[in-house]
């Protein structure tokens, strides 16, 4: 079975399972062999699987896919932690939707560290800019940082990227309030390149394929 194997080879690192385009009957399947995190990309598919699948307990949702801040109300609450906060207009947007239903939100700040112009997140200089006012947002509690690395032959050409996002997550911790935000996390690895994520310090791998197989195309 791929999960045996997958987490075998993870240690302590945090596998979580992407989801998107795939049924729902495909992730019971996966919970009833033990795994509870799952990752979705697109908002309505997402909130639809929860309802589905809300009743089975322990189950974990991450949303991981571009967010755009028209639908902030739509998430906030729905997610135990969302990977793909890309720019300071959307973490203001996700704070004050969390002001109007009186909660918090777990959130991991996008790096876009190749500045590649097809993804989105924020660039490196512009993280390290607005690091104060993104903290001092409240009801955003800020785990770690994101990323999603060019696409390349091997895996091994996108070890400098992961290298750089666990010393630009050293860098920012040294400047925040840990009580606050705990910035433990680094969710950083697909299929494609998980096992040189986790050599650089990955927390979190966000695994599809290799567990689901290929995805649908989208509707
Ligand atoms: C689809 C997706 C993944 C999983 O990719 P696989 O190659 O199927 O493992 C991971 N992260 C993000 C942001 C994704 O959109």
């Known amino acids: 079975m791929a999960l045996k194997k997958v987490l075998a ?3 302590s690192c945090k596998l979580l399972a992407v989801s998107k385009l795939q049924p729902a009957h495909k992730v019971h399947s996966l919970y009833e062999d033990g795994q509870r ?41 729905k997610f135990h932690l ?8 959307l973490a203001q ?6 002001e109007a239903k009186k ?17 989105s997140g924020f660039d490196k200089e512009t993280v390290v800019k607005q690091w104060a006012e993104l903290t001092q947002l409240p009801h955003l509690k800020i785990y ?12 091994e050409e996108v070890r400098p990227y992961f290298r750089e996002l666990r010393e630009l997550r050293e860098e ?21 390149d998980y096992l040189v994520a986790i050599q650089e310090g990955a927390t979190i791998v966000r695994l599809g394929t290799i567990l689901f197989g ?4 989208k509707r």
């Not at 939100?105 to 560290?113: A, C, G, K």
């Not at 770690?144 to 895996?155: N, Q, R, S």
């Not at 290929?214 to 195309?217: D, L, M, N």
């Open 103 to 119: 909660i918090e939100q777990n959130i991991l700040i996008q790096v876009n560290l190749a500045q590649e112009e097809t993804k």
């Open 37 to 77: 995190s799952f990752g979705e990309n697109y908002v309505q598919e997402a909130i639809e699987k929860i309802e589905q699948l809300n009743s089975l307990p322990d189950i974990e949702w991450h949303l991981i896919g571009h967010l755009q801040k028209n639908k902030a109300k739509q998430v906030v609450g």
């Open 144 to 155: 770690g940082l994101m990323t999603m690395p060019p696409l390349t032959e091997t895996g």
């Open 93 to 98: 947007a996700l704070s004050r939707q969390c």
């Open 172 to 192: 920012l911790k040294k400047q925040t309030n840990t009580q606050v935000h705990p910035m433990t996390e680094l969710s950083m690895g697909t299929s494609h």
């Open 82 to 89: 969302i990977h793909s906060v890309e720019s300071l207009a």
């Open 9 to 11: 080879e993870l240690g």
């Open 214 to 217: 290929e995805r649908p195309a």
